[in-house]
């Protein structure tokens, strides 16, 4: 059986920490805490856990912090989450298994990430994070924001998931500060740093600048080709929110040059031709983001509505304002396989339910 550090910076976390390290209780070997500046009572619940706790003095630079906390680590493998992170029953139980299974010839483990989840707990948001490597290894966090674990490629794959559970009081602008202070300071940003600076302005709807930002970074061809599958959907919305439609479609038919079309795409062509009005080609897309597998062997984001749910209630829409009524209704029950509950696919039962009157 491996041994397991887990490594983690916070600060003011006192909401959430409980959950995160009450998931890992008998999984952890050590539990390594570095706070970095925190005023409420997130050391007090750390100390619950653990006697291992560091400050460290907060210098804007996520990779930075985190190299730290790794430095103290003393076992075997090394595990890391934030604060707002836990694991559920069911993927502690696998963890435990890996624990016990895992072979010493493997350097790094990456997990699944439910980064954002609907009312009833299903996971609509998610990605691979690398989370578990080797000490021996001295791999190394790399980027002040949106930092990495540089494994130089990962080792293997599990089904293991780390949800995120968000609280709604974070600081939005202190990534953008970041940047914006980097960029003052003559501090050039990698490829990655350009995309991530580029996500920071869309969601601040800076959307001329974001749109500055993507194009730049798409045109130097110099990233990660699941992130440049997302900076298309991205930079299609900043166009999309400004009726330049014909540069949405161009933004997000884009994507196609890095992979094969993927659902999340498909929607956004389908919801742009929706929104002109021009029904029949908004369902051929629809229908193309319908019939798709979810990505297999990815590790980029991978909103997992956009291949059955998304596209099918939107066909229904737009089946019912060509007319196809019956068509219509077929889709909306095609949807509610996927989300029964559904206000919208209530809502649409109603309707067709009252044409019959």
């Given at each position: 059986m491996i041994s397991?550090?887990?490594?983690?910076?916070?600060?003011?976390?006192?909401?959430?920490?409980?959950?995160?390290?009450?998931?890992?209780?008998?999984?952890?070997?050590?539990?390594?805490?570095?706070?970095?500046?925190?005023?409420?009572?997130?050391?007090?619940?750390?100390?619950?856990?653990?006697?291992?706790?560091?400050?460290?003095?907060?210098?804007?630079?996520?990779?930075?912090?985190?190299?730290?906390?790794?430095?103290?680590?003393?076992?075997?493998?090394?595990?890391?989450?934030?604060?707002?992170?836990?694991?559920?029953?069911?993927?502690?139980?696998?963890?435990?298994?890996?624990?016990?299974t895992l072979k010493n010839s493997v350097k790094s483990v990456m997990f699944k990430y439910h980064y954002s989840s609907d009312k009833d707990g299903n996971p609509t948001l998610t990605f691979m994070r690398e989370r578990l490597s080797k000490r021996a290894e001295n791999y190394r966090w790399v980027e002040p924001i949106h930092e990495?674990?540089?494994?130089?490629?990962?080792?293997?794959?599990?089904?293991?998931?780390?949800?995120?559970?968000?609280?709604?009081?974070?600081?939005?602008?202190?990534?953008?500060?970041?940047?914006?202070?980097?960029?003052?300071?003559?501090?050039q940003l990698s490829a990655r740093g350009t995309y991530y600076y580029a996500r920071e302005l869309y969601n601040h709807g800076r959307y001329d600048e974001a749109k500055t930002q993507f194009e730049k970074f798409l045109d130097e061809r110099q990233g990660w080709y699941e992130d440049n599958i997302n900076a298309c959907h991205l930079l299609a919305s900043c166009y999309a929110f400004e009726e330049d439609w014909f540069k949405a479609l161009q933004s997000a038919m884009r994507s196609f040059v890095y992979d094969v079309p993927r659902g999340e795409l498909c929607c956004d062509i389908g919801n742009i031709y929706q929104k002109n009005k021009d029904y029949e080609k908004a369902l051929f897309w629809y229908k193309i983001a319908a019939g798709l597998d979810l990505p297999k062997g990815t590790i980029g984001f991978v909103n997992s509505d956009s291949y059955n749910y998304t596209p099918l209630l939107e066909a229904c829409v737009c089946l019912d304002k060509l007319g196809r009524k019956k068509e219509a209704a077929e889709y909306n029950e095609r949807a509610a396989a996927f989300k029964p509950e559904s206000k919208a696919v209530k809502q649409n039962r109603e309707y067709f339910e009252s044409l019959k009157e």
């Amino acid at each position: 059986m491996i041994s397991i550090s887990l490594c983690m910076i916070v600060k003011n976390e006192e909401e959430v920490l409980e959950k995160c390290l009450d998931s890992v209780r008998d999984i952890a070997d050590e539990i390594i805490i570095v706070d970095t500046g925190s005023t409420d009572n997130t050391k007090e619940i750390a100390r619950k856990f653990t006697d291992k706790i560091y400050d460290f003095k907060w210098i804007d630079d996520f990779a930075a912090a985190r190299n730290y906390s790794y430095s103290k680590a003393t076992k075997e493998y090394i595990m890391w989450l934030d604060a707002d992170d836990y694991f559920k029953e069911e993927d502690r139980e696998k963890l435990l298994h890996l624990k016990k299974t895992l072979k010493n010839s493997v350097k790094s483990v990456m997990f699944k990430y439910h980064y954002s989840s609907d009312k009833d707990g299903n996971p609509t948001l998610t990605f691979m994070r690398e989370r578990l490597s080797k000490r021996a290894e001295n791999y190394r966090w790399v980027e002040p924001i949106h930092e990495y674990l540089d494994t130089n490629g990962h080792e293997m794959l599990t089904d293991i998931a780390v949800t995120h559970n968000r609280p709604d009081k974070n600081d939005s602008d202190r990534n953008l500060r970041i940047f914006e202070k980097n960029i003052a300071d003559d501090k050039q940003l990698s490829a990655r740093g350009t995309y991530y600076y580029a996500r920071e302005l869309y969601n601040h709807g800076r959307y001329d600048e974001a749109k500055t930002q993507f194009e730049k970074f798409l045109d130097e061809r110099q990233g990660w080709y699941e992130d440049n599958i997302n900076a298309c959907h991205l930079l299609a919305s900043c166009y999309a929110f400004e009726e330049d439609w014909f540069k949405a479609l161009q933004s997000a038919m884009r994507s196609f040059v890095y992979d094969v079309p993927r659902g999340e795409l498909c929607c956004d062509i389908g919801n742009i031709y929706q929104k002109n009005k021009d029904y029949e080609k908004a369902l051929f897309w629809y229908k193309i983001a319908a019939g798709l597998d979810l990505p297999k062997g990815t590790i980029g984001f991978v909103n997992s509505d956009s291949y059955n749910y998304t596209p099918l209630l939107e066909a229904c829409v737009c089946l019912d304002k060509l007319g196809r009524k019956k068509e219509a209704a077929e889709y909306n029950e095609r949807a509610a396989a996927f989300k029964p509950e559904s206000k919208a696919v209530k809502q649409n039962r109603e309707y067709f339910e009252s044409l019959k009157e």
